[in-house]
């Protein structure tokens, strides 16, 4: 049984920075990838923000490349996302998932909630 859990969202100004920790899936090596997902409003469709693979390749989604930076820490069994040059519209709940072959799963937790004033 997975549960995911993610940590370190909170209330910042626009510019500056966040990093958020996903824990619970066991090993990183366990599964294809660990990505995380940001949604906004409530109810709309996440959508994929960064992924790490098991060989520890990255992607990132086009808004977020150079200010986001996703990382693990393999001893740890936790995935950052490191978020700097925070903007307004990176305002969201975000979440972390695994991904098995070319499938992500269902192993959606609760969430942190990240808001940006600007």
């Known amino acids: 049984q997975v549960h995911l859990v993610e940590t370190g969202g909170g209330l910042v100004q626009a510019g500056e920075s966040l990093r958020l920790s996903c824990a619970g899936f066991?090993?990183?090596?366990?599964?294809?990838?660990i990505g995380w997902f940001r949604q906004t409003p409530p109810g709309k469709s996440r959508e994929l923000v960064a992924?790490?693979?098991?060989?520890?390749?990255?992607d990132y989604a086009d808004d977020v490349k150079g200010r986001f930076t996703i990382s693990r820490d393999s001893a740890k069994n936790t995935v950052f996302l490191q978020m700097d040059s925070l903007k307004s519209e990176d305002t969201a709940i975000y979440y972390c998932?695994?991904?098995?072959?070319?499938?992500?799963?269902?192993?959606w937790g609760q969430g942190t909630q990240v808001t940006v004033s600007s």
């Open positions: 992924a790490i693979t098991r060989s520890g390749s990255t």
């Open positions: 066991g090993s990183a090596f366990s599964f294809d990838a």
């Open positions: 998932n695994a991904k098995l072959g070319t499938i992500w799963r269902s192993y």
